[in-house]
């Protein structure tokens, strides 16, 4: 009997690197050889192929891949009809969500939305700048930017709409932002072919599961400790538990072993209180997923 197969779109470029990573801490192993858009993975139901994000909605759309890991933004921007199945927070350099704003230079006499009727606006988001100027009831010329857009104003461009987690490319080449067009996260999208599949569903939201486990992980540790039952209420206050902690009896009567999840971030914090309210042979450990 032929294995089932779920095709998976991995997106190229920018995000390649941290969502392969988050893929791998997710269980799936992926591999490049030669043939490096069609990375092998270690699951014989997922068939794997990097493509361009902004691609990836319409290629999910149209069934050519069942699911994908894309942006928001560019399931909005290619009017894709799919399913958002999962938000996944991985952006380049932060865990906050990216924005595209609409920027003029310093000097530019712009101030409002309105003040751009008429005007020449450069963006790769192209759909979205339309849609969002129309709401506010303005008509100007969006021209498709292929790169390089912070340059273009003020001699190609009277505006820009484009992408920013921070905001400081902008203000380095003297741009002030007026207002923000979309936020965008990245997204498991499926087909709503596969989406409708009892198979691929259930594939589909399994990888899901997975993912959302291993970004819960990240910055988390495990803590375990043996503590004194009457030391306990002391060494529990200290705790600050992602849930209640596990307290299970130990063959000593006397003594109770405590487990627990915390932020790395405060482990060199606390272990030190924990020592001093009577917790020993405390033990602190990696975690990869945390499934709710």
Known sequence: MSVRVLRLAVP???????AVDLLRKAGYNLTFGARSYYPSVDDPELECIL???????????????????TGHDWVKENRADVVEVAELVFAKGSRRPVRWVLAVPQDSPIEKVRDLQGKRIATELVNVTNDFLE???V???VEFSWGATEAKPPALADAIVELTETGRS???ND?????????STPRLIASKQAWADSWRRRKIEDVALMLQGAMAAEGKVALAMNVKIVDLDRVVAILPALEKPTVSSLS???W???????????????VPKLKDAGARGIVESPISKIID
């Open 139 to 141: 008509q100007a010329h």
């Open 170 to 172: 902008l203000a380095a």
């Open 51 to 69: 493509v361009r994000a902004q691609e990836i909605p319409r290629y999910v759309q149209d069934e050519v891949m069942d699911a994908g890991l």
């Open 175 to 183: 741009l002030r932002i007026l207002e923000t067009v979309l936020q």
């Open 12 to 18: 190229a470029g920018s995000l390649q690197e941290t």
């Open 252 to 254: 000593d009567k006397a």
């Open 256 to 270: 109770v072993a405590v487990n627990t999840i915390v932020d790395e971030s405060v482990v060199r914090e606390i």
């Open 135 to 137: 709401q506010a009831g």
